[in-house]
């Protein structure tokens, strides 16, 4: 009962062995000369901005934590050689007949994608540090991190008024 074309399937492995899952996996594949058989394995990722003391950097981040994607012909041996791969705890699906994702599934897991992840929260204190109010000082009211926009409350002309600013024109204040 072997597929004829390779699809996509999901591996539960240990939280942190990913990388090293798709390597070993990669050796074993070449090893018994599968490479027609699982010709593929991925540790989808995405990048995610970091903003820290207003600066910014990008870093690779695990999108799914504790899985990998092999894409694979499923027969007897290529799921004895995946499921015994060091670090992989089994495939995802019930009980041991793993099920292959969608076209969907797949295009959405691999796409990458960003995220952005920020260090100021609503009620912190931030100093504007460019733009027409800079050197003002203003509490944050919301956190917009798609947009990567903060809404933070200034006192002008003796009243609080709200400004829209992006992350990298403020600073938290120490």
Known sequence: MAESVAQWYVVHTYSGYENKVKTDLEKAVENNGMMDLIPEARVPMEDVV???NGK????????????????????????YVVRNTRGV?????????????TEQEVERMLSGGSAVKVDMEVGEQVKILTGPL????????????TA???RVSVEMFGRNTPVDVEFYQVEKMK
């Open 134 to 145: 800079e050197d003002f000082i203003g509490t944050i009211e919301e956190v917009d991190a």
């Open 89 to 101: 705890t089994g495939f995802v699906g019930p009980g041991s007949k793993p099920i292959p994702l």
């Open 56 to 79: 910014r950097r990008v870093v690779p981040r695990k999108v799914f934590p504790g899985y990998v994607l092999v894409r694979m012909i499923m027969t007897d041996e290529t799921w």
């Open 148 to 150: 990567q926009k903060l």
């Open 50 to 52: 970091e903003i820290k």
